[in-house]
């Protein structure tokens, strides 16, 4: 599948983490929720509950894009999961607050959602079956990729839940998706919590993905009952939007479609 064609509605250590990004904190109705702090909450005992799921700091990488920790992280299943979400109305928005995302990581941000088959997300895997779609997504605007708009915001990104869908318990998939080195495939390697693609040598151009995950439950809405994406399953690694040259001159133009 196309990465940018569904709407119609990818650290081994803390350094690797901070140095690309990671949400340490959500913003909802004016009410900051906490999010995975990957330099406090691994190393708290016990792990404290949150509404953005975790990851491991020694799971070394992803070399397989069919893998299921490319849903959420590495680990993510194996950590001890947060029966708990946070309440946001349909229609409304959630701000996401990176701690960095570095300027020149050109690409897009995407996101995504997954009805809960119960009102707790917390055992929800989400990576069997196709329960995943895809609502919003921001790719290049007056000459400025999303990725760019995001750290000049920063570090924030407003992501608007849908006004339609039917209320219930839901699985937030938002990902910075960097293309700055992505023209050429072979020797990818997926990291957790900033999903690093790195080079075999390095003359190899690579392609970097970030994800958070985030149990919601919303409120309102419609009746809409969206779905059809599979994680894994919706990338590959010769995608259009994973294999890509982003300084092309009509490199947003090739996004897009």
């Known amino acids: 599948m196309h990465l940018f064609s569904a709407l119609a509605v990818i650290s081994v250590t803390v350094l690797q983490a901070a140095a690309h990004g990671?949400?340490?904190?959500?913003?909802?109705?004016?009410?900051?929720?906490?999010?995975?702090?990957?330099?406090?909450?691994?190393?708290?005992?016990?792990?404290?509950?949150?509404?953005?799921?975790?990851?491991?700091?020694?799971?070394?990488?992803?070399?397989?894009?069919?893998?299921?920790?490319?849903?959420?992280?590495?680990?993510?299943?194996?950590?001890?999961?947060?029966?708990?979400?946070?309440?946001?109305?349909?229609?409304?928005?959630v701000q996401v607050l990176w701690n960095t995302w570095p300027l020149g990581h050109f690409g897009p941000v995407l996101n995504y959602l997954a009805k809960c088959p119960s009102s707790d997300c917390s055992t929800f895997k989400g990576d069997t079956g196709a329960p995943w779609f895809k609502f919003q997504q921001d790719v290049f605007s007056n000459g400025v990729w999303a990725s760019d708009t995001l750290a000049r915001n920063n570090y924030t990104y407003n992501v608007r839940i849908p006004s339609n869908i039917a209320p219930g318990s839901y699985l937030l998939r938002h990902e910075n998706l960097a293309l700055h080195a992505a023209s050429s495939q072979g020797g990818a390697q997926f990291y957790p919590g900033t999903f690093i693609l790195t080079p075999v040598s390095p003359t190899t151009p690579f392609t970097e993905l970030s994800l958070v995950c985030i149990q919601l439950t919303v409120t309102g809405g419609g009746s809409l009952n969206p779905s059809g994406l599979s994680f894994p399953g919706v990338y590959k690694a010769t995608d259009p939007g994973i294999l890509f040259n982003v300084y092309r001159g009509d490199a947003a133009n090739q996004v897009i479609l």
């Open 22 to 93: 990671y949400v340490p904190l959500l913003r909802i109705n004016g009410k900051d929720v906490p999010g995975w702090d990957i330099s406090k909450d691994p190393y708290t005992t016990p792990q404290p509950l949150r509404v953005v799921r975790g990851t491991k700091l020694d799971s070394g990488f992803i070399s397989d894009v069919t893998s299921p920790d490319i849903t959420c992280s590495i680990g993510n299943q194996k950590l001890p999961p947060g029966p708990i979400q946070a309440t946001v109305a349909a229609g409304g928005t």
